[in-house]
């Protein structure tokens, strides 16, 4: 069982910066794969960003060249957020999965509380 908790959520205006954080109960850097999700008021789920095992990352077009993850320490896991749009507005959510062994598919079934982000125009 793997508890994860975000923070760092906030409201700042359109063009501001937030990191969120998300740490995990425990050491997932090298075995599970990680992801940063979001929903808006009214909207469907969103993938942010995932990163592998292997540390690497990959993200929505809608963020990309904004928003960076990385992992700061085996149990941490930072979203860091530039260039904020009032879009960007949402719940943002950090998961958790082992991979499948067999087809390496990440199953997200770790999920943290979230934490909001509100950006004003």
């Known amino acids: 069982q793997v508890q994860l908790v975000e923070s760092g959520g906030g409201s700042v205006q359109a063009g501001g910066s937030l990191r969120l954080s998300c740490v995990a109960s425990i050491n997932t850097y090298g075995t599970y794969c990680m992801a940063w999700f979001r929903r808006a008021p009214g909207k469907e789920r969103e993938g942010v960003a995932t990163i592998a095992r292997d540390g690497r990352t990959s993200y929505a077009d809608s963020v990309k060249g904004r928003f960076t993850s990385y992992q700061d320490n085996t149990n941490t896991l930072s979203l860091q957020m530039n260039s904020l749009k009032p879009e960007d507005t949402a719940m943002y959510y950090c998961?958790?999965?082992?991979?499948?062994?067999?087809?390496?598919?990440?199953?997200?079934?770790?999920w943290g509380q979230g934490t909001q982000v509100t950006v004003s125009s």
């Open positions: 998961a958790a999965a082992r991979p499948n062994p067999y087809t390496g598919v990440c199953d997200y079934n770790y």
